[in-house]
Each structure stands twice: as structure tokens, then as C-alpha cells.
């Protein structure tokens, strides 16, 4: 038996935001969500209660960081590796809502999460006797150069112990200098990932693939062993080393906000895969959580 295989901790890795979310009558709920939030919360729902799931991550020292982290715990997520910073806050984000697809306006300057690695000894325990780490192009995208860095060296320590990655590069080209600084970093984040689970959409527009095979096929080179492709409404790709499969979407009767979309469905995806699941299986299982996410306001679907 592998030193992987006894391991069973996750942790996710990046920032939550307070989210001010469209209520349909002109006004706005408050909620706390981001993208590797949503998919560590999404995965405590759906994994067995002895998988712990903890989110790393760094807040201020005021009430509605207080809040955040009382969030955090009420969901179940492990708090034991969220810093506190006492001259930083938490960033906020506000959701607009067009036929189904959301905009979005950040406030996020003084974001305690963009020095989430600047204390190597802290990614160091955070990452200790973890089974999977789960990370984002969004959770590269806060972080100075530097920072971006150590976090990467500190993924290549932890997988070097037998952790595996999961990375969803997550493409958001307002928060990095020029899409070429981006490109370069997700792809430089791709070479310590195990699981990379992009979206055709934003790679075709960025990277210039031209299907989702040539996504899948990309990452797979960049050292991948397990790539899954998500492509909206069209079927979804995998690639491993016992080759590429297409895999049907789930059908969705009507879509509400695709918040989260990708957020859910790498949280039912992994979840399953985690516990063993067939790989079709647990594109399925991913598909059918993100289909019921965007039949619904909001980020985070009870």
C-alpha cells in the first residue's frame, strides 16, 4: 500500500470573499464563497465524515473575518491552518446577473489571502499528511510573485511525501498583468498538479485549443496523469495514460446563475474519484452536482 493511498486529509487552498449575491427583488444577500471555498465546501458535503476537508487560506482580525471563520467551521472545513493578519481584511465581491450568466465587481486590495504564502512553515503544516491539495488560478493570481513561488515549492515538497495535486486553472485575466503572465504561471502550476480540471471555453480563448481534446492533451504534457475537460454544455473530455474518453453532460432544465458551476462540479468529481469511484462515474457525479448549483442563486446550494 502506498504512503498516498493511507493518507485521506484534503486541504483547499485560496481565498473566500464575502459575496453579495442578486436576490431577484432588487436586492442583495450577504454570503461568504470563492472559488476553492466552494469546491471545499461542495467536497465536505460530499465526502464521507472521516475524509477531513480543511481550507487554507489567511484573514484579518475583525468581526466579519470573525464571521468567515465561524462560517468555515459551521460547514465543517478545518480552520487549524487560516491565518490571521491584524492589517488586512477580507476581500468582497458583488454578483450581477444576466440570463443566467454573472458578472462580477471585487473589492479585494486589502485581501488578507493574497499573503497566504508568504510563511513557508505554515504551507509546510498545512500541507503535511495531506491526500489531495486543491488549488486554482485564482489562488495564483492573488499572490505576488514570490509568494506564487513558494507555494509551488511547497507543492513539490508535499507531493515528493505522496500528496497529489488537483488544479482547476480557472482563468480570470483581470487579476494577472497581461494574459501572457497568466498563461505562464497556470502552466508552470500545471508541472505540479496531478489532476488538472480546466474549462475548454477559457483555454480555447487564451491558450488557442482548439477542441477540448487539445486541452486535455496540453495539460497531459505538462505532466498530468488525469485531466478532465469541462466544455459548458458540451460533452465533458477526460485524458489519462489509458487514453481519452468523452463523457455526455447532464441535462438542466433551466439555468438560474452559473456560480460555481465549475467550482461544484470539480467538488462532486473529486469527491467520487477520491473514494474510488469509475472515472466515468465520477464525471457523472461531478456533472450532476454542478447541474443542480446552477438551477439555483448563488454560489453555495445546500
Given at each position: ?13 485560496g ?24 469546491t ?22 475583525d ?9 468555515f ?10 491565518a ?34 508568504r ?22 493570481a492573488i499572490?505576488?510573485?514570490?509568494d506564487?513561488?513558494?507555494?509551488l ?11 497529489a ?5 480557472n ?50 504534457a ?19 495514460e ?8 447532464e441535462?438542466?432544465q ?8 465549475g ?5 462532486g ?29 448563488g454560489?453555495?446550494?445546500?
Amino acid at each position: 500500500m502506498s504512503a498516498r493511498s493511507l493518507k485521506k486529509r484534503i486541504v483547499s487552498v485560496g481565498e473566500c470573499m464575502v459575496e453579495m449575491a442578486p436576490t431577484g427583488e432588487g436586492t442583495y444577500a450577504m454570503g461568504f464563497a470563492g472559488d476553492t471555498l466552494n469546491t471545499a465546501w461542495y467536497l465536505r458535503r460530499a465526502l464521507p465524515a472521516d475524509r477531513p476537508v480543511d481550507y487554507l487560506t489567511a484573514v484579518g482580525t475583525d468581526p466579519i473575518s470573525a464571521r468567515m471563520v465561524a462560517f468555515f467551521e459551521e460547514a465543517g472545513l478545518g480552520t487549524a491552518h487560516v491565518a490571521r493578519l491584524s492589517d488586512r481584511t477580507v476581500g468582497l465581491y458583488l454578483i450581477e446577473l444576466t440570463n443566467g450568466e454573472r458578472s462580477f465587481a471585487y473589492w479585494r486590495g486589502q485581501s488578507a489571502a493574497r499573503l497566504l504564502a508568504r510563511d513557508v512553515a505554515a504551507l509546510e503544516a498545512g500541507f503535511a499528511e495531506a491526500a489531495l491539495i486543491y488549488l486554482s488560478g485564482i489562488t495564483l493570481a492573488i499572490l505576488d510573485p514570490a509568494d506564487r513561488a513558494r507555494l509551488l515549492e511547497a507543492l513539490a515538497a508535499a507531493r515528493a511525501a505522496g500528496s497529489a495535486v488537483a488544479f482547476d486553472p480557472n482563468l480570470r485575466p483581470r487579476l494577472w498583468p497581461d494574459p501572457a503572465a497568466m498563461c505562464a504561471a497556470v502552466t508552470e502550476a500545471a508541472r505540479h498538479a496531478d489532476i488538472v480540471l480546466p474549462s475548454h471555453e477559457d483555454e480555447a480563448t487564451f491558450f488557442g485549443d482548439a477542441d477540448a481534446a487539445a486541452t486535455a492533451a496540453r495539460y497531459a504534457a505538462a505532466g498530468a496523469t488525469l485531466v478532465v475537460v469541462k466544455d459548458g454544455a458540451g460533452p465533458m473530455v477526460t485524458l489519462t495514460e489509458d487514453g481519452q474518453q468523452s463523457h455526455p453532460p447532464e441535462r438542466v432544465q433551466e439555468v438560474i446563475d452559473t456560480t460555481a458551476a465549475g467550482d461544484s462540479f470539480n467538488a462532486g468529481f473529486l469527491a467520487a474519484h477520491l473514494t474510488g469511484a469509475p472515472l466515468a462515474d465520477a464525471v457523472r457525479a461531478g456533472a450532476r452536482l454542478a447541474a443542480r448549483v446552477i438551477g439555483a442563486r448563488g454560489a453555495l446550494v445546500p
